[in-house]
C-alpha cells in the first residue's frame, strides 16, 4: 500500500500512519516524491480506518514487492553523482578502463574519456574475477589514483564494492558505488549499501527478471538510500558468438515500472568492440538515460575486457551520436520525464 | 572458397572454374556482385593450378558455411520488393495486420498504414498456429484480397509461406515471400523458396545463433535465389514478462558477417504493444534497413498477436521517429552501404 | 470440455453431442481410452441441457488447448510400432545409426544394434541438415534398405519425415514417422501425419515449452492420429559445452500433464558421446518409457553425429543398466501405468 | 602446469619448485592426492631445468584455470561432513527445512528426515530472500538451534553463510558451509570459505558454466581448503513451468572434469513436490553422489519453498529408490571411485 502525504499535512499524520503500520506489523519506510511531498511504502494494506486522517493526498491499494521502486511511488528519480544529474533528460555517458592499472595511465584516461565526452569517470579498484589467478585490482591504492583523477579532471567517479565491508572505505572516495552484476543479489552488500550516503549503481544480473532486479534495488531503497541508478548490461544467451545480449527491451519495461533512472552498458552487453558504436545508439534510442562504457587509449593491450573495450575516437563519435540521437527523437515522443522534476533527496 | 571474377574475363574462365569444381565433385553456385562482376562460391579449396585463368579478379580461400551470404562474397545488397528497394540506405517499413481477418478490413488497414508512412504491406493469409484449435488463417481467399489491396494502395505485399507446396501459389499474389521463425530450419520450404523468384523474407528461429540463421539463408542462395531480406524478431528469453527478447546485437554483428538486408520486428521481440515504439527506434538505431510492425486501426479486437499489435496513430509517430532518427545517425556514422550499390539480380 | 461416454450408452448419446458441438461452432474430437470407452474432447464448453444424456460417465469442464493429449482424457496410451509396445511398462530403446550410409553399413548395425537389445531400428534417409553443403540422405534409396534391414532383423523401424510430401511415402516403408525436433512447429507437417494410420514420434522443438510440446501433440491427435509418442532430446542453453541440455524435468512433468509415451534421446540431448550411459540411466530414472540412441559401429567415422555416437559395446552396457534399473525402482514408485491398459487404437 | 611428487622425495624438490614459481612469479598450491603424495597446480610453464629435481612422478603441462580442482590434480576426493563420508561411492541424503523456523520444528524435523534416511540435517538460519520483505531467517538464534539438533540426532549439520563476516560464526556451529547459488561468484564469500577449515557446500550458479563453476571452486581451494562438494540445482530457462531445469548433463560431465564431489538438488532444481521423487532417481542415476532435499512435516504450511518442499514420507520413498537404483547399477557400470580412495586432508 503506498500513501501520499500532502505537503501541508499535520505531522501527526505521518506519526499517525508509522504508528498503524507497527501496530499492523508491516514495514514502512517512506521517500519524497517530485514534488516534494512524503510518500509512504508499507509492505501489507492498513484498515481504512487508521487511514481517516488530514492530509492524505493519494492512496494506491496495491502491493507490490519493489514498492519504493515502483512507479506508484512517485514520478522520475534524478540521481545526482557529485554535481552531475542522471534522469534529468540529458544524456549522461560514463567512462574509463575496466580496471585501473596505475595512476598515470588512469589520469591519461580520464583526461581522454573527458574529452571524448563523458561526464562520470569509472575504473575498477575492486574486480570480480571469475578465475582465482587474474589480477583482482589495485584495491585502496586504486581507490587513491581515482579521487587524483578526480580532483584533476573535476569528473565525479564511480567504482565497484564487492562485498559489505567495503562499502565505507569505498565511499570515502567515490561519488557513486558500483554494485556489479554478478553482486545483484548479494543481500548483505545492496543493505550495507542502503545505509551509504552515496549513490549506487546497480547493474542487472546477467540472468536476472526485471522483478528480481526491482526487489533488488528495493533492498537499498528500504534501508534508506533513494538515489538507484539501474544499469541494464546483456543476459546469458545461447549464441556463443556474443559474451552477453544487451536485452533493451528491458528499458522501456524498467520506465514503465520504475522511477529510477536507468542506463546502458553496451561493452558488456556485447563483447566486442566493433558492436558497442550500434548498441550504444540503440540503448539511448530505446529511451535509456544514458550509457557506461569501457575505454582504453590502446584497447588491444586493457588488463582485462580488451575485447569490448574502445578507444577515445570511438567514444568521441558515439557521443556525437549520443547528442544527434537526442535531438532528434525528442521532439518526437513524448518527454518521459516531468517538467520540472525535483532532485530526489536522501530521507 | 569465394573467386571473383573480372567483368572483362573470357567466358571461358567462367567454364574452367565450374569444370573446377565438379572435378573435384565441389558445390559451385555464383552471385552477381555489387559491381556487376560474377562471384564463384565454392564448397572447399580448388588446387592453384587450376585457377591460373585470365580475368581472376580476386580469391578469398577462407570458406564459411554460408559462403553465397558472407561479406566476402559482395558489398551490401539491395532487394527490390516490388518496386521498393529495402538495404539501399533509405528506411522501410513494412506494417499491416497480423493475420488478414477479411476484405474490407485489410484495405481500411492498408489506407491506414500508408498514410502513416509504410511502403509494404504485410498480412497473413497462411498462419501458424501453436494451438490446432486458432483460427488459420484464410488461406487463398486471403491471398486474393491481399493482391486487391496492392492495387488499391500501389503497395507491395509480403505474405507467409508454410510449407513447400504453397510457395507456388503464394508467388502469385505477393510481391515477396515470408519465411517465420517456426520455419527457419524447415530446409525443403528453403529449398522452395530458393527456386522461387519472389524475394524472401527470412524470419530468424527465436533459438538460432547467427550462424544457423545465415545457413538457412545460404539454403535459398544455394537454391538460385539471391534476394533474401533478414529479420531479427527476437529470441525465447528466461523473463515471462517478455514475449521474446528483441536481440539487437545480432543487427549490427550480421552487418559484418553478410551482405544480405536486415530488418527488425519489435511487434514479436516485445510482445507488448507499449514497448513497440521505442524498440522499433532502437532497432534502427542498431543498424537496420527497417522495420515490420503489427498494426490494427482497433488492436484489442485484433484476431490474433492483439497485445502486441499498434494502432496506426503510433505507426506515424514511429515512422516520423525513424525518418529524424536517420537523418541524425547518417552524418555521424560511416555510411554502411557502398556509394551506388547494384540491384542484386537473380542469375 | 471432456466427455466420457459409457461402453453400454446408446449410439444416438454419441450423435447428439457431436451435433451439440456442431451447432455451437465448437470443435469435437473423440479418443478411446484405456477401458475401451469413448471420450470427446471439445473446443469450448456445451451447455448442460444439451449433455442430459444417457450413458455419459464422466464430464470435465475445464479446456486445455491440448485435450486430446491431456491425462485428463484418458489413462496412459501404449502405442504400437510394428508388434513392440511403447508405453506398457516395459523399457524399450531405439537405435542405429544417425544417418542410413548404405546397405550393408545399416544392416551390419541393424545387426548389431538387436544384439545389443534394441527393438526398433532407427536411421535417417532424409535428414535435416543445418548447412545446405552437407549430405543431405540417401532419400528413397535409403527407405527401401531400411526396409531390408526390418526384414533381415525382425525390428520395426523409424525414421524421419521432413515434408508433408513425404509422409504417404516414408509411411510405405517405416512403421513409426518421425518428427524432428527442428519441424516441432511445422504445423503443415503435423496435419498430414495426423492423418496417416501410421504411429508418430514428435520431437520437442529444442525451445518449445511443454506445453507448445503438447499442442503439436494435439495437432496429430486433432487430425486423428491418436499414435504419438513423445521425444524429450535437449533444450538449448548457455553452456557450449553441451550441444543441447537434456531437460529430465519435462519427463515427469509430461507424465502429469499427458496420456501419450515419453522417450528420451541422450544422444542429441548431451551431444558427448561419454555422458550418453549416464544420461540414458538418468532418463529412465526420472521415468521415461524408453531411449533412442545414436549407435555406430566405427563411431569416429559416422556421417553425421560422430561426437554423439556410441558402440554397440555402450549399448548393450546401457541395455544392462536399463534392465537392472528397471528392476529396482518398480517396486518403488507407484506404477504409473494402469494394469491392464489397453492398446490405443486409432478411431 | 601439475607436478606430482613422489612421497619418498627428498623436501628439497618441494622447496625447490616452490623457489621456481616464486622466482617466475606464477601461483603454487598443493594439495594431497589419493594416495597421500602432495600435487603442486602452478598458475603456468616452469622451465625444465627447473624441474630437473629427485622424486617428480608426474608433470602435466596443461593448465586449466581451475587446476586444483580438475581431473589431472588427484583421483576422486570424499569429503568429510562430520563422520559421513561424500564421494565414497555410497550416496549420502541431506535433508531438512528451507528455513529453520524455530527450535521444535527444527528438532521434529530432524528427528523425522534421520527416520526416512537422511544421513546430513540441512536447514537455514541466515536465508537469501528476492524481497526484503520476506523472512530473512533467524540469523545465530537459528544456528544454535541447529547445533542443538545436531546433538539430538548425531547427525552433522550444513546451513548457508551469505558473507564474509558470517563464515566465522557459522563455522562455529556448522559442520559444512554452505555457499547458495547467488553467491557462486561472490568471490570475497569463496576467499574466506577458503581460509576456514570446515568443508563447503558450493552451489552452482542458475546460470553459470561448468567452467564458471570449477573457478569458483578453484577460489576455495586455491585459499587452502581443500573440502568442497558441488552441487547441481538447476539452471534458468525459458519454460515458466519449472522454477529451474536440474541440468544432470553437469553430472557425469563434472565426473570428468574435476575430482570434487558432485550432489544434486532437485527441490530447487524443478521447483515442484510432484516432480521431486523422479528427478531424485535421475540425478542419482546420473551419476551424482548424493542429494540435497527440502523436507517438512506439513509442506504447505513451510515458511519458505512450500511449492517444492516434500513430505518425510515421500523422502522414505526416495531413500529406498535411491538404495535400489545404487545396488542396480554399481555392477553394470565401471565404478567411479578408485578402490581405496584416501581422505582429502587440508595441506
Same mark, same amino acid.
Given at each position: 500500500?503506498?500513501?501520499?502525504?500532502?505537503?501541508?499535512?499535520?505531522?501527526?499524520?505521518?506519526?499517525?500512519?508509522?504508528?498503524?503500520?507497527?501496530?499492523?506489523?508491516?514495514?514502512?519506510?517512506?521517500?519524497?516524491?517530485?514534488?516534494?511531498?512524503?510518500?509512504?511504502?508499507?509492505?501489507?494494506?492498513?484498515?481504512?480506518?487508521?487511514?481517516?486522517?488530514?492530509? !492524505?493526498?493519494?492512496? +494506491?491499494?496495491?502491493?507490490?514487492? @519493489?514498492?519504493?521502486?515502483?512507479?506508484?511511488?512517485?514520478?522520475?528519480?534524478?540521481?545526482?553523482?557529485?554535481?552531475?544529474?542522471?534522469?534529468?533528460?540529458?544524456?549522461?555517458?560514463?567512462?574509463?578502463?575496466? +580496471?585501473?592499472?596505475?595512476?598515470?595511465?588512469?589520469?591519461?584516461?580520464?583526461?581522454?574519456?573527458?574529452?571524448?565526452?563523458?561526464?562520470?569517470?569509472?575504473?575498477?579498484?575492486?574486480?570480480?574475477?571469475?578465475?582465482?589467478?587474474?589480477?583482482?585490482?589495485?584495491?585502496?591504492?586504486?581507490?587513491?589514483?581515482?579521487?587524483?583523477?578526480?580532483?584533476?579532471?573535476?569528473?565525479?567517479?564511480?567504482?565497484?564494492?564487492?562485498?559489505?565491508?567495503?562499502?565505507?572505505?569505498?565511499?570515502? @572516495?567515490?561519488?557513486?558505488?558500483?554494485?556489479?552484476?554478478?553482486?545483484?543479489?548479494?543481500?548483505?552488500?545492496?543493505?550495507?549499501?542502503?545505509?551509504?550516503?552515496?549513490?549506487?549503481?546497480?547493474?542487472?544480473?546477467?540472468?536476472?527478471?526485471?522483478?528480481?532486479?526491482?526487489?533488488?534495488?528495493? @533492498? !537499498?531503497?528500504?534501508?534508506?538510500?533513494?538515489?538507484?541508478?539501474?544499469?541494464?548490461?546483456?543476459?546469458?544467451?545461447?549464441?556463443?558468438?556474443?559474451?552477453?545480449?544487451?536485452?533493451?527491451?528491458?528499458?522501456?519495461?524498467?520506465?514503465?515500472?520504475?522511477?529510477?533512472?536507468?542506463?546502458?552498458?553496451?561493452?558488456?552487453?556485447?563483447?566486442?568492440?566493433?558492436?558497442?558504436?550500434?548498441?550504444?545508439?540503440?540503448?539511448?534510442?530505446?529511451?535509456?538515460?544514458?550509457?557506461?562504457?569501457?575505454?582504453?587509449?590502446?584497447?588491444?593491450?586493457?588488463?582485462?575486457?580488451?575485447?569490448?573495450?574502445?578507444?577515445?575516437?570511438?567514444?568521441?563519435? !558515439?557521443?556525437?551520436? +549520443?547528442?544527434?540521437?537526442?535531438?532528434?527523437?525528442?521532439?518526437?515522443?513524448?518527454?518521459?520525464?516531468?517538467?520540472?522534476?525535483?532532485?530526489?533527496?536522501?530521507?
Amino acid at each position: 500500500m503506498i500513501i501520499e502525504i500532502a505537503q501541508d499535512a499535520p505531522s501527526s499524520t505521518m506519526a499517525a500512519i508509522m504508528q498503524a503500520a507497527e501496530d499492523h506489523r508491516l514495514v514502512a519506510n517512506s521517500l519524497t516524491n517530485e514534488h516534494g511531498a512524503t510518500v509512504v511504502g508499507i509492505g501489507g494494506s492498513l484498515p481504512s480506518d487508521r487511514l481517516d486522517l488530514p492530509g !492524505i493526498a493519494r492512496v +494506491v491499494a496495491a502491493h507490490k514487492p @519493489y514498492m519504493l521502486a515502483s512507479s506508484e511511488m512517485r514520478g522520475p528519480s534524478i540521481v545526482m553523482v557529485g554535481e552531475v544529474a542522471v534522469g534529468d533528460g540529458t544524456p549522461v555517458t560514463m567512462a574509463g578502463p575496466c +580496471v585501473i592499472e596505475g595512476r598515470d595511465s588512469l589520469i591519461e584516461n580520464a583526461l581522454l574519456v573527458r574529452e571524448a565526452g563523458a561526464r562520470i569517470l569509472r575504473g575498477g579498484a575492486y574486480k570480480p574475477r571469475t578465475s582465482p589467478y587474474s589480477f583482482q585490482g589495485l584495491g585502496e591504492e586504486g581507490l587513491r589514483y581515482l579521487a587524483e583523477a578526480r580532483e584533476l579532471t573535476g569528473m565525479p567517479v564511480v567504482t565497484e564494492v564487492m562485498e559489505p565491508d567495503q562499502v565505507e572505505l569505498v565511499a570515502e @572516495y567515490a561519488d557513486m558505488l558500483q554494485i556489479g552484476s554478478r553482486n545483484m543479489a548479494n543481500f548483505p552488500l545492496l543493505k550495507k549499501a542502503g545505509k551509504s550516503t552515496r549513490p549506487v549503481l546497480l547493474k542487472r544480473g546477467f540472468s536476472a527478471t526485471l522483478e528480481e532486479f526491482l526487489m533488488s534495488a528495493e @533492498y !537499498i531503497l528500504s534501508h534508506g538510500n533513494p538515489n538507484v541508478i539501474l544499469c541494464e548490461r546483456g543476459i546469458r544467451g545461447f549464441d556463443s558468438a556474443f559474451r552477453f545480449n544487451l536485452d533493451l527491451n528491458a528499458v522501456p519495461a524498467l520506465k514503465e515500472l520504475t522511477h529510477l533512472p536507468v542506463i546502458v552498458d553496451p561493452s558488456h552487453g556485447t563483447g566486442r568492440r566493433s558492436l558497442v558504436p550500434r548498441m550504444a545508439m540503440a540503448g539511448m534510442a530505446a529511451g535509456a538515460d544514458g550509457l557506461i562504457l569501457e575505454v582504453h587509449p590502446d584497447p588491444d593491450s586493457a588488463m582485462c575486457d580488451a575485447a569490448q573495450t574502445i578507444t577515445p575516437a570511438t567514444l568521441a563519435q !558515439i557521443q556525437r551520436g +549520443v547528442e544527434a540521437l537526442h535531438g532528434a527523437l525528442t521532439p518526437v515522443f513524448e518527454p518521459m520525464r516531468a517538467p520540472e522534476p525535483m532532485v530526489a533527496a536522501a530521507d
